[in-house]
Structures are given as C-alpha cells and as structure tokens.
C-alpha cells in the first residue's frame, strides 16, 4: 500500500483551498477536514464548541489555540485518518504547528497564492452550502441550478464572515501569523508552491502534478 499522504492546504482566504480540497479528496480517496466547516457545524448545532467559537469567527478572529488544537488533535487520530488526510485550515499560527508535530509527520503543504485584492474580488462572489461548506464562486464556477448546491442539494449562502471588514481582518492574520509558518516547513521538504491565480482547472493540474 502506497504511503500516507497527510496534506496541508496553505493559502489566504480564497485562494481556492476548499475548491482544490474537494477534488483532492475525491481523488486521493481522503477525508478533508476543514476547520472553518467543523465550527459552522457546531454553531448550527449549538454545542459547546459551537457557542465558544461563534465570537472569534463572527469578529474574523482566531479561535483560541488550545481550542482548536485539541479539536484538530482529536479529529486526525480517527481511524479514519490512517491512510492519510487532507487539512484545510489549520495550523494557521506557529502554536498550531507546533501542536501539529506532536501529532504527525505532514507529507506535503500546497501553499497556494493569491494577491490581497484577488482574494477580495472572489470572497464577494463566494457562496457556500449550509449543510457540508461546499464552496462555489458565482461566476467561476457557479453550482447548476441557482442557490442550490450539487453536491448534497442544500441552500447556497453567503458566510456572515465574508463581509469586506472581516475578510481584512481575516487577510491581516493571514499575512502577520499564518505565512510565516512557512519557515518553520521550510526544513521539511513538504512545500509545493502554486499560483492560484489560474483557472480552477489548471489549479488542479498543477496540484496534481507536485504530488506526483
Ligand atoms: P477563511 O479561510 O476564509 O478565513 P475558514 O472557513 O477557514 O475561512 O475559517 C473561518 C473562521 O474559523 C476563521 O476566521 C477563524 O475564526 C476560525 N478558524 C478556522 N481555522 C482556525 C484555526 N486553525 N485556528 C483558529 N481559528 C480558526
């Protein structure tokens, strides 16, 4: 049996980590994690987790590391993570990938990039399912029918944090916390670097090529 891949996906807000993590998913035959859909659901469902972490997101804040660490912790030592993963999310300061390490070795990074105003001009457009987070781009890659998601058939909505102020917010932390996490994966070996500024289509071709 071919080794673990245990993947992380790296890039700002809509840089098309979701986009990519589907179709990796699908194609590797892996369970994509993403952080952001895990506490959507636990606010839909008001858990505990759920009510704790609403604030930070609807201020377009991190939630708490030892929060979401024990989460992540939890959720890839699953049985199902054995063959590998793919994560979307997280780490997303040198705390989590610290926390991370303690857990497993990571395999690949795709760091993917996209300029600041790119990232604005996509989060306007972006809707995502209400029931799973799938993620659409209203002109680049609409669901079929208006407002309905392929996949599971749920509503199509936009997030209450893709408001222009949040995702600011969103893309400072992105720049001042989470990329300079690439030094510490640098030694690793593990970066794959990926212009996200192509077509959905030639993302994934260049995604699936540096895991080749
Ligand atoms: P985006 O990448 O567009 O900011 P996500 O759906 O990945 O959106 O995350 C939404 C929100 O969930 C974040 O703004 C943050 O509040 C919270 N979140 C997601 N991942 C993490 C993480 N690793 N650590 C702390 N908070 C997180």
Same mark, same amino acid.
């Given at each position: 049996?071919? !080794?673990?891949?245990? &993947?992380? +996906?790296?890039?700002?807000? *809509?840089?098309?980590?979701?986009?990519?993590?589907?179709?990796? $998913?699908?194609? +590797?035959?892996?369970?994509?994690?993403?952080?952001?859909?895990?506490?959507? @659901?636990?606010? #839909?469902? %008001?858990?505990?987790?759920?009510?704790?972490?609403?604030?930070?997101?609807? #201020?377009?804040?991190?939630?708490? !590391?030892?929060? =979401?660490?024990?989460?992540?912790?939890?959720?890839?030592?699953?049985?199902?993570?054995?063959?590998?993963?793919?994560?979307? /999310?997280?780490?997303?300061?040198?705390?989590?990938? !610290?926390? +991370?390490? =303690?857990?497993?070795?990571?395999?690949?990074?795709?760091?993917?990039?996209?300029?600041?105003?790119?990232?604005?001009?996509?989060?306007?457009?972006?809707?995502?399912?209400?029931?799973? /987070? @799938?993620?659409?781009? +209203?002109?680049?890659?609409?669901?079929? %029918?208006? /407002? &309905?998601?392929?996949?599971? /058939? $749920?509503?199509?909505?936009?997030?209450?944090?893709?408001?222009?102020?949040?995702?600011?917010?969103?893309? *400072?932390?992105? @720049? $001042?916390? =989470?990329?300079?996490?690439?030094?510490?994966?640098?030694?690793?070996?593990?970066? @794959?670097?990926?212009?996200? &500024?192509?077509?959905?289509?030639?993302?994934?071709?260049?995604? %699936?090529? $540096?895991? %080749?």
């Amino acid at each position: 049996m071919a !080794d673990a891949k245990r &993947i992380l +996906l790296f890039g700002p807000q *809509g840089s098309g980590k979701g986009t990519q993590g589907e179709k990796l $998913s699908e194609w +590797l035959k892996l369970p994509l994690i993403v952080t952001g859909n895990i506490f959507r @659901h636990n606010i #839909k469902e %008001q858990t505990e987790l759920g009510v704790l972490a609403k604030g930070y997101i609807n #201020k377009g804040e991190l939630v708490p !590391d030892a929060v =979401t660490n024990r989460m992540i912790g939890e959720r890839i030592t699953q049985e199902d993570c054995a063959q590998g993963f793919i994560l979307d /999310g997280f780490p997303r300061n040198l705390v989590q990938a !610290d926390a +991370l390490d =303690t857990y497993v070795k990571i395999t690949d990074l795709m760091h993917i990039s996209i300029p600041d105003d790119e990232a604005v001009r996509r989060i306007a457009n972006r809707r995502t399912c209400v029931d799973q /987070g @799938h993620v659409y781009h +209203l002109v680049y890659n609409p669901p079929k %029918q208006e /407002g &309905i998601c392929d996949e599971d /058939g $749920s509503a199509l909505e936009q997030r209450k944090d893709d408001t222009e102020e949040s995702l600011k917010k969103r893309l *400072g932390i992105y @720049h $001042s916390e =989470t990329e300079p996490i690439l030094d510490h994966y640098r030694p690793y070996g593990v970066i @794959h670097d990926i212009d996200g &500024i192509a077509s959905i289509e030639e993302v994934w071709q260049t995604v %699936q090529a $540096s895991l %080749q």
